[in-house]
């Protein structure tokens, strides 16, 4: 596989591989998805679809006769699952639940991409908790694990692997992370998070395309970026992105305990059309942990240069978040007091709203619909096909 993704068809692979229900959830996703999605997609017949989206085209047969030509992309976008064995057998995940050193869950899949994606997202879902707080009449949802982050995690070790490489995209939810690892190359390049600016380079760009035009991800990329904002918007911690092995790519989501009160302060500011955006949100973040921040360290935790760092930062400053001082070793950034007393205040609020309730885990968050909105449950096994569909 190039940077490109495929750049041939598997010649033996037949329309009979690909399953059209398959087909039937892209466009449940693009319906749900709206102004997200590529909805022009959702009226075009089976094999147009394949070729709006690039992955299949025709081939003249030795007889004379046109038939399909599928690209890899195909069977993995709308394949069935006994032909994906077949035809890719190095493409599998598996969601592992794990208590102490005991696996209490541990499925693997050789579904469809985005099969799986649901699949995945229904069962983080079903198993993710969220604390409530309240700004002025409005309840602030806090989850242990923020939905969109994990999304976009799924989604970029899906459609990022390198499925020239064995091994298995996989999901494991311990008790104090989860962790996602996907197989890459060895050309691989740095792990997600250390450049969160600049354009994107998907490894697959067929795939990541599909999953953008369907809504799943977002159309401009930068899918780790928006996984961090998410995070830290709730209080939670950022992930942590890792590359411990020559072909093997690692993203932690930390289970560590929600900052409600910090929680509480984005969710006033977002209602006040002030929002912090990713870069906004790691600076205060880091100030209020750290105290004090210099524009180098500032520049590293953002994974830019000291110019966009100070610009971050001036901009901090201009919205009064944040202050300049100084010492023998030259300039240094600290929030400001005002911030310290509204943070302290969201913490009073957050303590109010808890005394006097007896304390209790945080409860499931409600299974009221897929995690993809409208995309259905996993679609039973089906017999392939004895003609070419």
Do not use: K
């Amino acid at each position: 596989m190039t940077e490109r993704g495929w750049a041939r068809p598997i010649t033996d692979a037949s329309w009979a591989d690909l399953d059209p229900r398959e087909f039937e959830r892209f466009r449940r996703l693009v319906g749900a998805a709206g102004s997200r999605a590529d909805a022009v997609l959702a009226g075009l017949p089976d094999r147009e679809l394949a070729a709006a989206l690039g992955v299949a085209g025709q081939a003249a047969s030795q007889q004379g006769t046109a038939g399909p030509a599928l690209l890899p992309e195909a069977l993995l976008l709308f394949g069935r699952p006994e032909a994906i064995r077949w035809f890719l057998p190095w493409h599998e995940a598996a969601m592992q639940v794990l208590r102490a050193d005991e696996a209490v869950v541990n499925d693997f899949f050789h579904w469809p991409l985005f099969r799986l994606a649901e699949e995945l997202l229904a069962r983080f879902r079903a198993r993710n908790t969220e604390q409530v707080v309240r700004f002025e009449l409005v309840r602030v949802q806090v989850p242990a694990f923020s939905e969109l982050a994990f999304r976009e995690l799924i989604t970029n070790a899906l459609t990022h692997r390198d499925y020239d490489v064995p091994g298995a995209v996989h999901v494991r939810w311990a008790d104090d992370r989860i962790e996602i690892t996907n197989p890459v190359g060895p050309a691989a390049g740095p792990p997600p998070g250390t450049v969160l600016a600049g354009p994107p380079r998907p490894r697959n760009p067929l795939l990541v395309d599909a999953f953008r035009r369907a809504g799943i991800a977002h159309r401009t990329g930068h899918g780790i970026a928006r996984a961090v904002a998410d995070q830290l918007r709730h209080g939670l911690a950022a992930p942590r992105f890792d590359h411990p092995a020559q072909q093997m790519a690692v993203a932690i989501l930390p289970a560590a305990s929600a900052d409600l009160a910090f929680a509480r302060y984005v969710a006033g500011r977002e209602r006040l059309g002030q929002p912090l955006g990713r870069a906004e949100l790691q600076l205060v973040t880091a100030l209020r942990h750290g105290q004090r921040l210099r524009t180098a360290q500032a520049a590293a935790l953002l994974a830019t240069d000291r110019s966009q760092a100070r610009a971050h930062l001036v901009g901090l400053l201009q919205a009064g978040l944040v202050q300049v001082g100084g010492d023998s070793a030259g300039r240094t950034w600290h929030l400001t007091d005002q911030v310290h007393r509204d943070l302290r205040e969201c913490a009073a609020h957050v303590r109010a709203q808890t005394s006097g309730r007896h304390p209790a885990a945080p409860t499931p968050t409600a299974p009221s619909g897929w995690a993809i909105p409208g995309g259905g449950p996993a679609l039973p096994h089906r017999q392939r096909a004895a003609d070419g569909g």
